[in-house]
């Protein structure tokens, strides 16, 4: 069973606005279920909880990431060169593979964290009083590398309602297991419950997987041995990126940690949170849908520019109107999500929005040195972006508090932006398309005016700038997209209004 990888030119956009819709829709879902959640979280737990749940999190995602070895985002490109083969068999056996590595990286994550659960408890408490939760943790790590592999099979196949689905039931089973266990035990829960969400979310992948009917795979030792090492050896560029991208939002958590305590903590894991809701729904998309289709279509210099030119076109202008009402709202939202203890992430979360704005630009643009697997690129840019991140929250924590982690979180993205166009620019010969130059314009002067205005204007008058600003981007970015899709694509209010302003 597989999927067709390369649309055509007119289909493009509408697949590109399909995936999107499925991706969003289920997050939208997710924050809703996030709303209640948060909301828990804060009233039962805190700042202090929230930022011990984040730090656990940080755990388990390092622990994952050095134990899974790249193999989910290996196994993705594997799956997608397989099915654009069109050869069902080589997809059968890269998925065999994928499933029996994954069992054997789960193994190996659990005794990788159970064994150095004391050391990460004196690094990152100082104490060991967080030894047995950590303990606990290890079974969530192989609950998720467990499923990793399936959902790899699943996104390489571009099965993007099945990941839509898994999105809602991930959330819907977080909400479910996390509440009534943090009612009942606090902050002691707080280990059990993201073991049991990750085993449920596990539960629910493996079963959409099974939905994928292949031919059965007859594997020796010596083509499992043959299928891991080719896995293994694109893995370690995926594993180093993702250990370098945990590790350093794990030393970041320390940073703040030191400097404001676990209170602070807390406020940044919200603001993390918060402002990675909404465009986390077109990133996903991006990485579940954009990058199986570029794979395929990155042996073509022209096709693979013009997938990115067009990805980023359809994200910059989903993007634009939900960021501006972020960073105007931002203390209403935080009450919303959270409770007031949480006003002191409101600045934090203006900054995050700023950075988002960018990371949404480049994005779809770094996807090139990924598909074109020029591994020692991608570690080299990885490597340098972690170095900026933490060396900039280093020098500004301490001066600007909590808030300094978001202006360093801005200004590595305003550094990689020009960093990774420049290395594109060399790979493929990319140019931003004459309309993505004029949408990232007005999209980043709109920010840039909500952004000062809300720090320096009376509340009714910043309120009023962000809102007519929400409203023009919004206009703007609903009648460009109407003009991308075909029109028979499009519902009969949206094409007669189109037709008017035209």
């Given at each position: 069973m597989?999927?067709?990888?390369?649309p055509s030119?007119?289909?493009?956009?509408?697949?590109?606005l399909?995936?999107?819709?499925?991706?969003?829709?289920?997050?939208l879902?997710?924050?809703?279920?996030?709303?209640?959640?948060?909301?828990?979280?804060?009233?039962f737990?805190?700042?202090?909880?929230?930022?011990?749940?984040?730090?656990y999190?940080?755990?388990?995602?390092?622990?994952q990431?050095?134990?899974?070895?790249?193999?989910?985002g290996?196994?993705?490109?594997q799956?997608a060169?397989?099915?654009?083969?069109?050869?069902?068999?080589?997809?059968?056996?890269?998925?065999?593979?994928?499933?029996?590595?994954?069992?054997?990286?789960?193994?190996?994550?659990?005794l990788?964290?159970a064994?150095l659960?004391?050391?990460?408890?004196n690094?990152?408490f100082?104490?060991?009083?967080?030894?047995?939760a950590?303990?606990?943790?290890?079974?969530?790590v192989?609950?998720?590398?467990?499923?990793?592999?399936?959902s790899?099979l699943?996104?390489?196949?571009?099965?993007?309602?099945?990941?839509?689905?898994?999105?809602?039931?991930?959330?819907?089973?977080?909400?479910?297991?996390?509440?009534?266990?943090?009612?009942?035990?606090?902050?002691?829960a707080?280990?059990?419950?993201?073991?049991g969400?990750a085993a449920?979310s596990?539960?629910?992948?493996?079963w959409?997987?099974r939905q994928?009917?292949l031919?059965v795979?007859?594997?020796?030792?010596?083509q499992?041995r043959?299928?891991?090492?080719?896995?293994?050896?694109?893995?370690?560029?995926?594993?180093?990126s993702?250990?370098l991208?945990?590790?350093t939002?794990?030393?970041?958590?320390?940073?703040?940690?030191?400097?404001?305590?676990?209170e602070a903590?807390?406020?940044?894991?919200?603001?993390?949170?918060?402002?990675?809701?909404?465009?986390?729904?077109?990133l996903?998309a991006?990485?579940?849908?954009?990058y199986?289709r570029?794979?395929?279509a990155?042996?073509?210099?022209?096709?693979?520019?013009?997938?990115?030119?067009e990805?980023?076109?359809?994200?910059?202008l989903l993007?634009?109107?939900?960021?501006?009402a972020?960073l105007?709202?931002a203390?209403?939202i935080?009450?919303l999500?959270?409770?007031?203890?949480?006003q002191?992430?409101?600045?934090?979360l203006?900054?995050?929005?700023?950075g988002?704005?960018l990371?949404?630009i480049?994005?779809?643009?770094?996807?090139i040195?990924v598909a074109?697997?020029a591994q020692?690129i991608f570690?080299?840019t990885?490597v340098a972006?972690?170095?900026v991140?933490?060396g900039?929250?280093w020098?500004?924590?301490?001066?600007?508090?909590?808030?300094?982690s978001?202006?360093?979180?801005f200004?590595?993205?305003?550094w990689?932006?020009?960093?990774?166009?420049i290395?594109?620019?060399?790979?493929t010969?990319?140019?931003?398309?004459?309309?993505?130059?004029?949408h990232?314009?007005?999209m980043?002067?709109?920010?840039?005016l909500v952004f000062?205005?809300v720090g320096?204007?009376?509340?009714?008058l910043a309120?009023?700038?962000?809102s007519?600003?929400v409203?023009?981007?919004?206009?703007?970015?609903?009648?460009?997209?109407?003009?991308l899709?075909p029109?028979?694509?499009?519902p009969?209010?949206?094409?007669?209004?189109?037709?008017?302003w035209a």
């Amino acid at each position: 069973m597989t999927y067709p990888l390369t649309p055509s030119r007119s289909q493009t956009y509408t697949q590109i606005l399909k995936s999107t819709i499925w991706m969003g829709g289920s997050s939208l879902i997710n924050v809703a279920l996030g709303i209640v959640r948060n909301k828990a979280m804060a009233i039962f737990l805190g700042p202090e909880g929230v930022g011990l749940m984040g730090l656990y999190g940080s755990i388990m995602d390092i622990a994952q990431a050095i134990a899974g070895l790249g193999v989910g985002g290996s196994g993705v490109r594997q799956v997608a060169e397989a099915a654009s083969s069109g050869d069902d068999t080589r997809v059968s056996r890269t998925a065999a593979v994928l499933r029996r590595l994954s069992v054997l990286l789960g193994l190996l994550g659990v005794l990788l964290l159970a064994g150095l659960a004391f050391p990460i408890s004196n690094l990152t408490f100082g104490d060991h009083q967080h030894v047995g939760a950590i303990f606990l943790l290890a079974l969530a790590v192989f609950f998720r590398l467990v499923s990793s592999g399936e959902s790899a099979l699943i996104q390489g196949l571009r099965g993007i309602s099945s990941l839509a689905y898994i999105n809602v039931l991930s959330g819907l089973f977080s909400t479910i297991v996390t509440i009534p266990l943090i009612y009942i035990f606090g902050r002691q829960a707080i280990a059990p419950a993201l073991v049991g969400t990750a085993a449920l979310s596990a539960l629910s992948i493996w079963w959409f997987s099974r939905q994928i009917r292949l031919p059965v795979a007859s594997l020796s030792v010596r083509q499992f041995r043959t299928e891991s090492t080719a896995l293994l050896r694109l893995g370690v560029a995926f594993m180093i990126s993702t250990l370098l991208t945990f590790g350093t939002a794990y030393l970041i958590r320390i940073i703040v940690l030191t400097d404001g305590g676990v209170e602070a903590a807390g406020l940044y894991q919200a603001a993390w949170a918060v402002g990675g809701l909404y465009t986390g729904f077109i990133l996903q998309a991006m990485g579940t849908d954009f990058y199986p289709r570029l794979t395929a279509a990155i042996g073509n210099t022209d096709d693979c520019n013009r997938l990115v030119n067009e990805q980023a076109e359809i994200s910059m202008l989903l993007a634009g109107p939900g960021l501006l009402a972020t960073l105007t709202l931002a203390p209403f939202i935080m009450s919303l999500f959270y409770s007031a203890q949480f006003q002191g992430a409101v600045e934090l979360l203006r900054w995050l929005c700023l950075g988002m704005m960018l990371r949404i630009i480049v994005w779809p643009v770094g996807f090139i040195i990924v598909a074109k697997g020029a591994q020692k690129i991608f570690l080299c840019t990885e490597v340098a972006a972690t170095i900026v991140h933490l060396g900039l929250a280093w020098i500004l924590v301490p001066k600007l508090g909590v808030s300094g982690s978001g202006v360093a979180f801005f200004g590595l993205y305003l550094w990689h932006s020009v960093l990774i166009y420049i290395i594109v620019r060399r790979l493929t010969g990319f140019r931003w398309s004459a309309a993505n130059r004029r949408h990232g314009l007005i999209m980043l002067s709109l920010s840039g005016l909500v952004f000062l205005a809300v720090g320096n204007l009376p509340l009714w008058l910043a309120l009023s700038t962000g809102s007519v600003a929400v409203i023009l981007m919004s206009l703007y970015s609903l009648r460009r997209l109407a003009r991308l899709l075909p029109p028979e694509a499009l519902p009969a209010i949206i094409r007669g209004w189109v037709a008017k302003w035209a």
